[in-house]
């Protein structure tokens, strides 16, 4: 069975300092692993998706997170915060062919902090 | 403009009374899905439909139904709601074509069952 793993529901950072959003899967199968973020009252927006062509992957607004097959991560990356990136983050992931279910994790919130 | 749209936004009912939440999306997409989100938990797929008259339970079917009639429109129906489906529900789409496939998210519906 696939799982996500988010440490940290709630992570504080300065503006300017280093984002750093953790994700652990649990996947039997050659996972494909999404990051969304939710603005307050909106839905989900793609921010990144790793789909085993390239295992670091960059996406919108400067973040990037890499695929660490080794220590079955895939954290979210920023290097430098901004008051805009305050929202929450999910991490989720799917299976290859056969399968339409997604498995999303707890979510962290990320304060950013002037 | 190219977008899911989620209605009603807000929702308050009493136990037991039917209530049905439509979701439709003008991109053509095969696959739509719909999830609950609750504080802690994250996002919780409830059924997912890869096209017309095509449906499958997701990870918290209970209590829930849906139907795919139309390929744009993609119903959640509660039968007899109870307070525990007070929640934050989300509606996306995608295409089928593969799993890698970015998911777009609607505005979500806030439900309050007394």
């Known amino acids: 069975a696939q799982s996500v793993t988010q440490l940290g529901s709630h992570v504080s950072v300065s503006e300017g300092a280093l984002v750093l959003l953790r994700c652990n899967y649990s996947?039997?199968?050659?996972?494909?692993l999404f990051w969304y973020v939710q603005y307050p009252n909106q839905g989900l927006q793609l921010l990144l998706k790793?789909?085993?062509?390239?295992?670091l992957v960059k996406g919108i607004n400067g973040f990037e997170a890499e695929f660490k097959k080794s220590e079955t991560s895939f954290h979210l990356t920023k290097p430098s915060a901004h008051m805009s990136d305050a929202a929450e983050y999910f991490c989720?992931?799917?299976?290859?062919?056969?399968?339409?279910?997604?498995?999303f994790g707890t979510g962290t919130r990320l304060k950013v902090l002037a | 403009e190219a977008q899911v749209t989620q209605n009603p936004r807000y929702l308050i009912t009493v136990t037991g009374k039917k209530l049905t939440v439509t979701c439709s999306q003008n991109?053509?997409?095969?696959?739509m899905s719909w999830y609950r989100q609750d504080p802690g938990l994250g996002l919780r797929q409830i059924y997912y439909?890869?096209?017309?008259?095509?449906?499958d339970k997701g990870d918290v079917p209970e209590g829930y139904k849906v139907s795919r009639k139309e390929k744009r429109n993609f119903p959640l129906i509660l039968e007899s709601p109870s307070p525990n489906q007070t929640s934050l529900y989300f509606c996306?789409?995608?295409?089928?074509?593969?799993?890698?496939?970015?998911?777009?998210f609607g505005p979500g519906t806030r439900l309050l069952v007394l």
């Open positions: 996306a789409s995608r295409l089928t074509s593969g799993v890698w496939e970015t998911q777009y």
């Open positions: 989720a992931v799917t299976q290859g062919s056969g399968t339409y279910k997604y498995i």
């Open positions: 996947s039997s199968v050659p996972p494909y």
């Open positions: 790793y789909t085993s062509a390239a295992t």
């Open positions: 991109m053509n997409h095969e696959y």
């Open positions: 439909s890869m096209n017309v008259e095509v449906t």
